[in-house]
């Protein structure tokens, strides 16, 4: 198996992903408490492994410590990564405020005030409740689709996301309120304040649930 693996086999490497994909994927999700990043780590796993196959030793029995490997190696660079990239936001200068506001645009920002609030709050949580909340909330996966994910059981995972849930609700709140005494321009018109956080209040609601 080494051995047609290193030959570049595509049977060989076929074998590879069906008997090691979902562990790679599973790993990947408890890291990142992300099943789509999950999904773009275990691509580029696949795809290093592919470009590096020579370096396949036959000393072990399997393969998939070499993959754990690699897995481990794709997840600090996506860390680091993720953290430059924050870094380079963090030193742009701030948006000018808008000054023509229509109902619609209004909205808008307001719903997006209430999502980096609750974005922001989520981040405060316990690791695993994050991930519990993103498998079960984002991506809509069952309880037990959820515990084995996480390799937790499932009484674990409803009481994680009860806490996540409760948890939530109060941090968001505080977050908004921390933002809104934060002095900024206005972003609307006279008379339409009302109406936008009605709007907004709606959106934070169904995004805690």
């Not at 490997?69 to 405020?97: D, K, Q, S």
């Not at 695993?128 to 993103?134: L, T």
């Not at 977050?175 to 006279?190: F, M, N």
């Amino acid at each position: 198996m080494h051995e047609r693996i290193r030959a570049g086999d595509p049977g060989a490497f076929r074998e590879l992903f069906q008997q090691h994909a979902q562990v790679v994927y599973r790993h990947a999700v408890r890291v990142t408490g992300d099943p789509g990043a999950a999904e773009d780590v275990m691509a580029v796993v696949f795809l290093e492994a592919w470009r590096i196959r020579a370096k396949l030793r036959d000393e072990a029995a399997t393969p998939r410590p070499w993959l754990m490997g690699i897995t481990v190696n794709v997840l600090r660079n996506r860390a680091r990564a993720a953290r430059r990239h924050a870094e380079a936001l963090a030193r742009m200068p701030a948006a000018e405020p808008v000054a023509d506001f229509a109902d619609e645009l209004v909205g808008r920002l307001a719903d997006q005030e209430q999502l980096r609030a609750a974005k922001a709050a989520l981040e405060q949580l316990r690791r695993g409740e994050r991930e519990v909340f993103a498998l079960c909330v984002w991506a809509g996966l069952s309880y037990p689709e959820a515990a084995e994910a996480l390799g937790v059981p499932v009484g674990t995972v409803r009481s994680r996301l009860s806490r996540a849930r409760t948890r939530l609700r109060a941090l968001a709140e505080k977050e908004l309120t921390r933002r809104r005494r934060i002095p900024r321009e206005p972003l609307r018109a006279v008379g339409q304040q009302l109406g936008s956080r009605a709007v907004a209040a709606r959106a934070d609601q169904e995004w805690i649930g």
